[in-house]
């Protein structure tokens, strides 16, 4: 059945202290939980008492200390009701039997390498006790842990431990956890087992001393060193920006294995999917620290965007996922690059969030209805949503953006508060009328800028005209035309500066686009200028600008916005490659241009910023040019054309490629710092280029690479590079380097990613076999998705087999997983979302397949509405 975001209403209870006493067993944990409760005066009063449950199986159930009998309560798996609840304070005492062994969706209680651990959002609450499992139920808990004492030696949860102690004359031992800030319960949890530390003391702004710790596997604890420092780092920042400061004695982290997220913002006690928190450099690329710091900054500022003002209902996701996202993206940008960690936000929002916008599963950043809540945890929830919050900043301005965040704050702590309180609060200290902006979260579809100039040389004024339009989505046939800020500049063709003005483009030299069309005018513009649109990406629409390839390498070489100038050679290679992949003619000129172009640019820029320089020169994928052509995609086609494509670049490009492969070396010990990454990464790239260009000289430096390397990233990279060069000397190495981390699960997953990505015939059967190494396991979420999600996600030309073989393949895990973890299994399923762009043949078979899901029996509710939603018409 659907939730709709206008049924909304208010709790008829609410539950303002919780009790909860767990007495974990691997297959027989018992659970008590104490509730005090009271009718909500904002609720019904007339209303049954009707608590959330799943897979519950129920023991015994009091009410103010007096055991119920059968004829009072209503008890099943899902739910349990109290038709004569009291209409005065109560305690309802709940116990409920749970076996946490045997839990493979790896939601609720469950374990994970032996340990226990938690999953409550969104709706995992409720596989641990009845209860009412509503974001906007907020409560205090205090919670008794007891598990065997040598099994089961540390035992966390939420808040300041109070208590704990041995269990006289047994083997027996417990602890209790208080936490004083109300919640929901999704953001309870709790964590039993064998566990190593690492922990180090935090002093907040205002004197404060809290103790930071980072729980993992025995003997992994130097692999937490880079997480817990990024912690520090990150606590820091939000002080210094957000004013934000933390607010219990402890805060704890536990990685696990088996996790079907990245991480989870659990009040006090975060519990991470251990990809996002173990590094070392003998096991870590230079991506994986990056990640790592960039989630345990999210999770730690959830503390106050999520856990201090939270949500009132699952509608509202994008109220604490998007600003988190925009939290932890400026965060990463003032610990990183800038301008480098914008292109790369930018390259995700693309390929993900602007492939979902087109595709069935498209939904508006807050939803208005949903069948399965864990599926809109999504792209589009996260990233565009973040997008807002940073349009929001553009169009207000730094300082006023600051004051509407304290506001924001300072009215909604300790609340669960819905989206229209979030821009309330800018609107007030603004006093702007932010109605037409707030179309951003209800509108899906990625809007189209089409825009054109015009150059008055006697009246030295240009002209811009814009038109905008959204094309339809899912549900929402008619558009209507969105709030869109338009940061941009004029650019002379000799990079000159221009003294051109325009009334209509406010100080920070941005204009905001709230009609089906406008034009603006410059004037005092001496030269024809080339227009540069959107800079630092100030809004999430496709721009639509016929530049000629010479206009856009004039950005490419002197717009003073770096975002712009990498967008430029993106611009001019996209087009090329779209050329090439559809039969277009392309002249041989056009293409040593660009690669001319490129050489020089990343000539200028190697040394000082060589980050920026390896995204400059490192071409759109073969998914991003399906996705610009559309319709009647032809994965080969695309293909073929991008390797013709690196390798003209590596020829072109070859003495450059070469000086840098030879300069950028980094010496000293590994550091996963920025500048030194940035070298790796350029260097690293050209080595891509030279074997793309010369495969016989590219795999004698990627196997002297592979050999030498001293660290994951220059390791992974040469491998990476010697996967695109078919042969044996490649099977070899694949091989010593399984061999190698045999038991290492997590370089192991970057193994099984690079070999399912391989673009040849055999790699189905490759993956497939694959499947049998004793480290591959359905059940692991991690292990799946780097095999499998890999194989879908960006192997485009073998996923997408003209035999539909790579579909049939993809649906037959989808199914297998499901019987075990829905929400992986729907995840995976997702990998069809580009089904209806592909050519004809590609089109029936992947409609074929979806059908044959669609039709299997005991489908759960996540990929039931993922299938079902792929099928609509679109
Ligand atoms: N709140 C978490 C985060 O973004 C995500 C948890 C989602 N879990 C789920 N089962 N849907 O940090
Ligand atoms: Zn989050």
Redesign the pocket.
């Known amino acids: 059945q659907i939730v709709r975001l206008e049924d909304y209403q208010p709790s008829d209870f609410l539950i303002d202290r919780v009790e909860l006493d767990v007495r974990l067993h691997p297959t027989e944990t018992r659970v008590t939980a104490t509730l005090v409760m009271r009718p909500n005066p904002e609720g019904r009063s007339d209303a049954p008492l009707v608590l959330d449950g799943e897979e519950m199986n129920l023991k015994a159930v009091s009410l103010n200390g007096r055991t119920l009998t059968a004829e009072e309560f209503e008890a099943s798996p899902q739910s349990l009701t109290i038709a004569q609840a009291p209409r005065q304070p109560f305690t309802l005492t709940v116990e409920t039997e749970l076996n946490p062994t045997a839990n493979t969706k790896l939601?609720g209680l469950y374990r994970s390498s032996g340990n226990y651990c938690t999953?409550c959002?969104?709706e995992?609450f409720r596989r641990i006790t009845y209860f009412l499992d509503r974001p906007d139920v907020l409560s205090v808990y205090n919670t008794r842990i007891e598990a065997d004492r040598d099994d089961v030696p540390v035992l966390l949860g939420n808040g300041n431990r109070i208590e704990s102690g041995s269990i006289d004359g047994s083997d027996r031992h417990y602890a209790v956890w208080h936490d004083p800030h109300p919640k929901p319960s999704y953001l309870f949890a709790l964590v039993g087992g064998r566990l190593g530390r690492v922990s180090k003391t935090f002093t907040t702004m205002s004197g404060r001393e809290v103790e930071l710790a980072i729980y993992v596997e025995p003997g992994k604890e130097d692999r937490a060193d880079y997480a817990l420092d990024a912690l520090e780092r990150s606590m820091r920042w939000d002080e210094k920006i957000f004013g934000r400061e933390y607010d219990l004695d402890v805060f704890n982290i536990v990685a696990v294995s088996d996790f079907?997220?990245?991480?989870?913002?659990n009040k006090g006690l975060n519990i991470f999917n251990d990809k996002y928190v173990l590094a070392s450099p003998e096991t870590a690329t230079d991506t994986d620290y990056a990640h790592i710091e960039a989630?345990i900054a999210?999770?730690y500022f959830?503390n106050w965007t999520?856990n201090r003002v939270t949500c009132r209902d699952w509608f509202q996701l994008c109220l604490?996922?998007g600003l988190?996202v925009f939290r932890d993206q400026e965060f990463s940008s003032d610990e990183r690059s800038r301008p480098v960690h914008r292109i790369a936000e930018v390259k995700t929002l693309r390929a993900r969030q602007f492939l979902e916008d087109s595709s069935p599963l498209a939904h508006p950043v807050r939803p208005t209805q949903y069948r399965e809540?864990?599926n809109f945890?999504t792209a589009t929830v996260?990233e565009k949503g973040a997008e807002i919050v940073r349009m929001l900043k553009t169009i207000i301005g730094d300082d006023d953006f600051r004051r509407g965040m304290d506001l924001y704050f300072e009215r909604c702590d300790g609340t669960a508060a819905a989206v229209e309180d979030f821009l309330r609060a800018f609107a007030d200290v603004t006093g702007r009328d932010l109605s037409h902006f707030a179309r951003w979260y209800e509108q899906s579809g990625t809007p189209r800028v089409k825009v054109k100039g015009h150059y008055d040389p006697d009246a030295r004024t240009y002209r811009l005209d814009l038109a905008q339009s959204t094309p339809p989505t899912p549900g929402q046939a008619k558009k209507e035309a969105m709030a869109i800020p338009v940061a941009l500049g004029l650019v002379a063709h000799d990079g000159s500066a221009m003294s051109a003005s325009c009334d209509r483009v406010d100080q920070r030299g941005v204009f905001l686009f709230d009609k089906p069309e406008d034009s603006i005018t410059f004037t005092g513009v001496a030269s024809l200028p080339v227009p540069s649109l959107f800079r630092g990406f100030s809004a999430p629409v496709k721009l639509s600008l016929d530049l000629p390839n010479e206009e856009l390498l004039v950005l490419l070489r002197h717009d003073t916005d770096s975002f712009n100038r990498w967008q430029a050679a993106q611009s001019v290679a996209m087009r090329l490659l779209v050329y090439l992949s559809t039969g277009v003619e392309v002249a041989d000129e056009d293409i040593d241009a660009f690669s001319a172009a490129l050489c020089s640019f990343t000539d200028r820029n190697a040394q000082d910023d060589p980050a920026f320089a390896a995204l400059v020169v490192t071409l759109p994928s073969e998914a991003d040019v399906a996705q610009e052509i559309g319709q009647d995609v032809d994965p080969d086609a695309i293909h073929r054309a991008r390797s013709e494509m690196r390798r003209r670049i590596g020829q072109g490009c070859a003495k450059h490629l070469q000086r840098f492969y030879e300069t950028l070396t980094v010496s000293g010990p590994y550091s996963p710092d920025a500048a030194s990454a940035g070298r790796r990464a350029l260097r690293n790239a050209s080595l891509d280029l030279l074997a793309a260009a010369d495969p016989d000289t590219g795999e004698a430096l990627a196997v002297r690479q592979l050999e030498s390397a001293s660290n994951m990233t220059d390791r992974l990279a040469s491998l990476s590079v010697l996967t695109t060069l078919p042969g044996a000397v490649r099977e070899e190495a694949i091989a010593r380097f399984g061999d190698r981390y045999r038991n290492e699960p997590l370089v192991l997953d970057k193994w099984f990613t690079l070999q399912a990505a391989i673009p040849e015939d055999g790699t189905l059967e490759r993956v497939k076999a694959l499947m049998q190494h004793p480290a591959f396991s359905i059940a692991n979420p991690n292990r799946v998705r780097s095999l499998i999600g890999s194989f879908a996600m960006l192997n485009q030309v073998q996923f997408n087999r003209a035999d539909g073989a790579g579909y049939r393949f993809l649906a037959s895990i989808v199914l297998r997983a499901d019987e075990l973890n829905p929400?992986l299994a729907a995840r995976l399923l997702t990998a069809f979302s580009t089904w209806r762009m592909m050519e004809s043949t590609r089109r029936s078979h992947a409609e074929q397949v979806l059908r044959s899901i669609a039709q299997k029996p005991n489908l759960s509710r996540d990929v039931g509405d993922i299938v079902s939603r792929s099928l609509e018409d679109g």
Do not use: F, L, P
Request: hydrophobic letters at 30%; zero cysteines; aromatic letters at 8%.
């Open positions: 939601m999953q959002e969104a995992g079907n997220m990245g991480a989870m913002e989630i999210h999770e959830h999520g604490k996922e988190t809540i864990n945890y996260y929400q």
